[in-house]
């Protein structure tokens, strides 16, 4: 990063105080993942028929859920779980997506015509749908769910790193690395998809959300994570029964806060957006 | 021209069926076993594993498989042991008049909203707008529908309870269409007509919220590009009225944008369809086909989710049409 991409960072900040704000939560959520369990007051799995059911108190900031256990000490605890699934899953993606769409791009021909075929078969499924037979086909995990988060997201990466290798096929500096005597394999590793990663970090973080969504979506349904394990979309899902009799805060507090990890990777994604090309901005 | 479309969706066609074929052989373990239920014998196993077919090679499944799918057999249900195609037939209207009623609620806010940001671009309002779109598509979509129920139902109380399309008080109408606003019109009864529209409404804004963001950004983005090209400004050089400008000369050449990102949005809305429907006790596919997981039952999983691709298939090959209908350039190429 050099000084003008810093000004430029430092102008769009400045610019658009929502990318700064957002900046901030991702930090914070991070740290919620990492140090979740550990910071947690109570034990997530720990249930007390006693106190099941009782409001946001002093004692249960959160309140408590139908079997007694501490929802702020759950949600917290599942940060790590709901990051892990979109992080391993977004990383599948962009490895296997981003190196796809450069080999598709560079070589075209019957390379691009295969791959653009994988894109397009699992684009012709209404994504979420295609989430829910894979785990239901594979079975019911968690790795699962990691699988298919990442199957249904391959497509994006691979159009993006096609588009952009593509256009940067035949460029002067790649001619030239090519003159010097580099390999095609070579050429395209070190010089040209370097440059394809901006526009692939964008394409991350505004997937990170949706990858998140996805999954608590999943195991809303049942699918892949089970309980007694805590995870926002099977907390909000436990809570669903009590709402509609007034318990509000067993789905509220980790609904809100899946609410705002996806919030926040979105608002993410359109700052980098800014940054990296201010004529994208929609 | 439609023919030609017709023939460019078919290679997606054939995709989702490999697709969903192989999904019925990746079962873990033993298909059959599956397919014949937690509490089947090893004979009754031994039959559905020749019924299936599974004793051949691939290929000649696959066959087996086409020929099953050409006569419009998708199984058994276990757990109802009702056929999975007539199942999910009478399901599907239920499904189909939540998803639209979603569309339309979606576009009748998220178009106008657009137009408002794109007329101003940079003030508040244009703030305002994006962030509440990305607002929008960050709720889950689960979530929303608890928190609208709570709100409008237990603590307000102007909305009916949240469980199916029609209070225990009412009879279905007769059938015609299968989707109650429209069957009791043709019915012409006004308070079933009332009372089904009460119980779509949270349901649907619930879906429409998911879907605007899209919606909204794309209709902002191409009305900034169409306005600053140059027939407008020569429009508005010749002194013709400002809405006459946006919405005769603008707006119908911004709409094709739009009218593209709406293949991603029913992608969005079918797949959110499932959640809502379970949240709101929707009796429509979605609801049918968690029922189905609940229960280990994956013939009804494995036809939802093929009719759910055909029909997106279908649908995005309706909006290739529609395209070509509203700009008749495209047709030339395409």
């Known amino acids: 990063m050099n000084a003008a991409t810093l000004r430029h960072v430092r102008y769009v900040a400045t610019q658009n105080p929502v990318t700064l704000a957002a900046f901030l939560m991702f930090t914070a959520l991070v740290l919620l993942a990492i140090a979740g369990p550990w910071i947690a007051p109570y034990d997530p799995l720990a249930s007390d028929t006693a106190n099941a059911l009782k409001p946001p108190s002093a004692r249960n900031w959160f309140g408590t859920d139908s079997l007694g256990r501490d929802i702020l000490s759950r949600i917290m605890v599942a940060a790590r779980l709901d990051f892990g699934i979109a992080v391993s899953a977004v990383a599948a993606s962009f490895a296997i997506g981003a190196t796809l769409g450069a080999l598709a791009g560079f070589f075209g021909g019957w390379a691009d015509r295969i791959i653009g075929r994988i894109a397009d078969t699992i684009m012709a499924f209404p994504l979420f749908v295609l989430a829910m037979g894979i785990v239901a086909a594979l079975g019911n995990t968690v790795a699962n769910i990691v699988l298919a988060t990442a199957i249904i997201n391959l497509p994006f990466y691979i159009r993006v790193s096609r588009a952009e290798v593509n256009v940067r096929r035949n460029a002067g500096y790649v001619e030239a690395a090519r003159l010097a005597g580099n390999s095609d394999l070579r050429v395209l590793a070190l010089h040209v998809f370097p440059n394809v990663l901006p526009p692939m970090m964008v394409q991350i973080s505004l997937n990170m959300g949706w990858a998140i969504l996805n999954a608590a979506g999943l195991s809303f349904i049942g699918l892949g994570v089970r309980p007694p394990q805590a995870e926002w979309g099977i907390m909000v899902a436990e809570g669903a029964t009590y709402i509609i009799s007034g318990e509000w805060w067993v789905a509220l507090f980790p609904g809100a806060v899946l609410m705002l990890a996806v919030f926040t990777f979105n608002l993410l994604g359109d700052g980098l957006r800014d940054v990296m090309d201010p004529r994208m901005r929609t | ?334």
């Open chain 2, 1 to 334: 021209m439609v023919l030609k479309r017709l023939a460019g969706a078919l290679p997606n066609v054939i995709g989702v069926v490999i697709v969903t074929f192989l999904l019925t052989r990746a079962l873990p373990g033993d298909p059959a076993a599956y397919f014949a239920g937690p509490s089947a014998s090893t004979e009754a196993i031994q039959q559905i594993r020749a019924s299936l077919g599974l004793d051949k090679p691939l290929a000649h499944q696959f066959a087996l498989y086409l020929r099953d799918l050409a006569k419009g057999d998708l199984g058994n249900s276990l757990s109802t042991g009702q056929p999975v195609l007539t199942e999910i037939r009478q399901r599907l209207p239920a499904s189909l008049e939540l998803t639209l009623c979603g569309l339309v609620l979606a576009l009748s806010v998220a178009v106008p909203l657009g137009i408002l940001a794109a007329t101003r671009p940079g003030s508040w309002i244009d703030h305002l707008c994006r962030l509440l779109a990305t607002a929008g598509v960050s709720l889950p979509t689960f979530f929303t529908g608890l928190l609208l129920a709570y709100v409008f139902y237990f603590l307000l109380g102007v909305a009916p309870s949240p469980l199916g399309r029609i209070d225990v008080a009412f009879s279905p109408p007769p059938t015609v269409t299968g989707l109650y606003l429209v069957d009791s019109l043709l019915a012409r009864d006004a308070a079933l007509f009332w009372a089904s529209g009460g119980q779509l409404v949270l349901p649907a804004v619930t879906l429409g919220l998911f879907v605007m963001a899209p919606l909204m950004r794309m209709t902002r983005a191409s009305m900034l590009g169409v306005l600053s090209s140059e027939f407008i400004r020569t429009a508005r050089a010749s002194g013709l009225p400002r809405t006459k400008v946006l919405y005769a000369y603008a707006f119908r050449n911004a709409l094709l944008p739009v009218v593209t990102t709406l293949g991603m949005v029913f992608s969005f809305l079918l797949g959110s369809n499932v959640l809502v429907e379970k949240v709101f006790a929707w009796p429509g596919i979605g609801s049918y086909v968690i029922e189905a997981l609940v229960a280990s039952d994956y013939a009804p999983v494995q036809g939802f989710v093929l009719t759910m691709a055909l029909l997106y298939v279908a649908l995005n090959l309706a909006i290739d049409v529609l395209y070509g209908f509203i700009d008749p350039r495209v047709g030339i190429e395409g």
